[in-house]
């Protein structure tokens, strides 16, 4: 990068010219770098004498030139239609204004600008000048800047009230694309409320249209070669040698009215110019109220284009439920969900972050939900890095109250944590709810379903409005794989939380009841030395193996197919399928209490190949 071009992004932190920017978003989006720039520490400072253009004091120095453009913009016109007025008590101001301006034409030869093809600052003295000087902007800085009255003044000695400088003094309307440019700033400046600022600027351009236009009927009026033959002759008698505030307020009160289109029957054009001049006039106010309604409509529109959307959503829910005859209670369900979504579109983390990058997403995420996983039954003791890692993966979710998130025997897909608020633990027996418990803050719900790969064994159902985050089985598993040591905490958290699931829970859940049965009489019968090993290899084969690939399941008994038992032991086991046919007579051996030495299928067939069993198969060992 030359010394000559900078990127602008590091000056955003140089404290010596301009303080810290506290607010990125009042910045010009015409000051971002393109892709690919190379930003570097080394080009922090800009050459000598040469000044950001996003520098605080420089935009201090802008906003003040506003406000002078403000008053340049009601002296122009001003002065065209009273002459007197621009020899009098204006002349010293619009001196000092001047100068003020001529000042900001010197300073633009100090102030750096942004390449547009490469997107670098550009500070090199020659450049900035010469790119200043052969641009229009230039001349008219300093044709709206020379005093030309007082010139004259100087060179003559002598006052002039000629035509000829009331309109040289209209050149300053130039000034008026500082404006402009300020305006469009401030609605990009989200520190500033977009409605109020174009309010303002639309308030603004009417009020310089009707004084603009005021201005130029008195002008007119003044000129005419017979004065009372103009309305402000024909209501003012000698109006040119009465006070200049009450021809102005005069001709400022034919403009407001003429543009409102109200008319009292006082006001008519008199000769031909003030018909013509009217004529022009109400066109431009055709297309400025056109203009003005326009603005008005889109902010009041803009500000209740989420409400026109959820009441056509409700109104599409109302006739889908009334088209399929859905049930009362399924469809308040519906339209508390759907309100819900509106009511919180602020807090939906998902809007709110798929523009972001990876990291920044990980970064909020880690921020808003590290603490809640850590404090989950299930990782308990993880690492850090399974955490960076689960966190990017999570979606946060908002529920009503009465809503079910997971409905009993569906097929498990995800599990979730409860961020905040509560939910109920039910189940249905011959057709009857019954209530199990009740689960709150940075608690898990539907862990069980997943691990064991069975379908959801309760229903969970909210109690008042409460944020979740789910956890997709999908990228449980492919993240928990490379992860040994992680999948082997977690396993152990979750078989001390089956051990202190209640006993009404349990008698839900077959299979897992009848899992931890075993596992308490095999942990009985171990010896203590070297028991930990055998109990987690047990545990590793007879649940989902959480630090593996997941394993097919099958049912294994320890019988011939043909000689069932009479009574006891016929259930079958549900097991995961180990990688040897030694392992599964060794698991068959632990679960049955004899060794097998023949393993066959249902229909009598033996196996020999372990790859080809699938999902669900049983398995006869004897």
Request: net charge neutral; proline share 4%.
């Amino acid at each position: 990068m030359s010394e000559t071009t900078r990127s602008p992004m590091p000056l955003l932190f140089r404290r010596h010219s301009s303080g810290e920017i506290r607010n990125l978003a009042s910045l010009s989006s015409s000051l971002l770098p393109a892709f690919g720039t190379v930003m570097g520490e080394s080009s922090v400072r800009l050459k000598r004498f040469v000044i950001a253009p996003y520098d605080r004091r420089y935009r201090l120095w802008q906003a003040f030139l506003v406000v002078l453009v403000v008053y340049s913009a009601w002296s122009s016109p001003f002065e065209l239609a009273f002459s007197k007025a621009s020899t009098g008590a204006l002349f010293p101001v619009d001196l000092v204004v001047d100068a003020f301006f001529a000042i900001d034409i010197i300073l633009t030869f100090f102030v750096a600008y942004l390449d547009k093809s490469t997107y670098l600052l550009v500070e090199e003295h020659k450049k900035i000048a010469f790119r200043y000087v052969t641009h229009l902007w230039f001349p008219m800085d300093v044709a709206s800047t020379l005093p030309f009255q007082a010139i004259y003044r100087v060179t003559t000695g002598k006052k002039s009230r000629a035509q000829v400088f009331g309109f040289l003094n209209l050149l300053r309307l130039w000034r008026l694309r500082r404006v402009s440019k300020f305006f469009s700033r401030l609605e990009k400046d989200t520190r500033f409320s977009y409605f109020w600022t174009r309010y303002f600027k639309l308030i603004c351009v009417t009020l310089f249209a009707v004084h603009s236009a005021g201005c130029f009927y008195y002008w007119m009026a003044t000129r005419y070669h017979n004065a009372e033959s103009t309305w402000l002759g024909a209501n003012i008698p000698g109006f040119k040698s009465r006070s200049i505030w009450l021809g102005y307020t005069y001709s400022m009160y034919w403009s407001i009215v003429t543009l409102s289109t109200v008319g009292y029957g006082d006001l008519h054009a008199v000769n031909i110019e003030e018909k013509i001049f009217t004529i022009f006039y109400m066109l431009f106010n055709i297309g400025l109220t056109a203009y003005l309604i326009g603005n008005m409509t889109n902010l009041i529109v803009h500000t209740a284009v989420r409400t026109f959307v959820m009441r056509d959503a409700i109104n599409e829910i109302l006739r889908y439920a009334k088209k399929n005859r859905l049930p009362e209670g399924l469809r308040e369900q519906m339209l508390a969900h759907l309100t819900l979504k509106f009511k919180t579109a602020e807090l939906q983390q998902e809007q709110v972050l798929e523009d972001l990058p990876k990291a920044i997403r990980s970064s909020i995420l880690q921020q808003l939900f590290r603490t809640t996983l850590e404090n989950s039954h299930l990782f308990k003791g993880v690492s850090d890095d399974f955490i960076v890692q689960l966190v990017s993966e999570i979606k946060a979710e908002y529920f009503p109250p009465k809503v079910d998130i997971i409905i009993q025997n569906e097929i498990p897909t995800d599990f979730y944590i409860i961020v905040s608020g509560a939910v109920d633990v039910v189940t249905y027996k011959n057709g009857m709810e019954q209530f199990l418990s009740k689960l709150g803050s940075q608690q898990m719900f539907g862990e069980i379903g997943v691990i064991f790969n069975i379908p959801q064994p309760f229903t969970v159902r909210t109690k008042r409005l409460s944020q979740v985050v789910r956890i997709s089985h999908h990228h449980f598993k492919q993240l928990v794989q490379p992860l040994h040591e992680d999948g082997k905490i977690i396993h152990t958290n979750f078989i001390q939380y089956l051990k202190e699931l209640k006993n009404e829970e349990l008698a839900e859940m077959p299979l897992v009841s009848e899992f931890i049965d075993d596992l308490i009489s095999e942990e009985a019968s171990m010896n203590e030395a070297g028991a930990q090993d055998q109990q987690e290899n047990e545990i590793f084969t007879t649940t989902s193996s959480l630090s593996k690939t997941p394993s097919t399941r099958v049912i294994i008994h320890g019988y011939q197919p043909d000689h069932k038992p009479k009574s006891g032991g016929n259930a079958g086991k549900l097991i995961h399928l180990p990688d040897s046919v030694e392992n599964l007579l060794s698991i068959a051996e632990s679960k049955f209490g004899r060794r097998g030495t023949t393993i066959v299928m249902a229909d009598g067939s033996q196996v020999e190949d372990l790859a080809a069993l699938r999902e669900d198969d049983h398995l006869y060992i004897f």
